[in-house]
Nanobody, 117 residues
Framework: QVQLVESGGGLVQPGGSLRLSCAAS????????MAWYRQAPGQQRELVAS???????NYAESVKGRFTISRDNAKNTAALQMNSLNPEDTAVYYC???????????WGQGTQVTVSS
């Protein structure tokens, strides 16, 4: 059973940056496709960015050019670098790991990101 723990959220002013981290235990992330999702109050959870086992990345249109997803298999971590943050980025951010072709999918508990002046 893989456990994911996010960290790095907080309060930041518009235009600022944050770096979210996702640390895994109980299994190797190297075999998983990783992703970051977010959920704002009253809205559905949405995919922000994903990174495959081969480190191929995809981003939601709303974050392209501002966010960067990465993974470090040696450290068993994934990260989301967020730059040029705006109030619309305010949400709880979740780390996700999926073993492709199986039912194995894991979520972290989420970390709050608030962008406000």
């Amino acid at each position: 059973q893989v456990q994911l723990v996010e960290s790095g959220g907080g309060l930041v002013q518009p235009g600022g940056s944050l770096r979210l981290s996702c640390a895994a235990s109980g299994g190797s992330l190297s075999v998983y496709n990783m992703a970051w999702y977010r959920q704002a109050p009253g809205q559905q959870r949405e995919l922000v960015a994903s990174i495959s086992r081969s480190s191929s990345t995809n981003y939601a249109e709303s974050v392209k050019g501002r966010f960067t997803i990465s993974r470090d298999n040696a450290k068993n971590t994934a990260a989301l670098q967020m730059n040029s943050l705006n109030p619309e980025d305010t949400a709880v951010y979740y780390c996700n790991a999926v073993l492709r072709g199986t039912v194995f999918e894991y979520w972290g508990q989420g970390t709050q990101v608030t962008v406000s002046s």
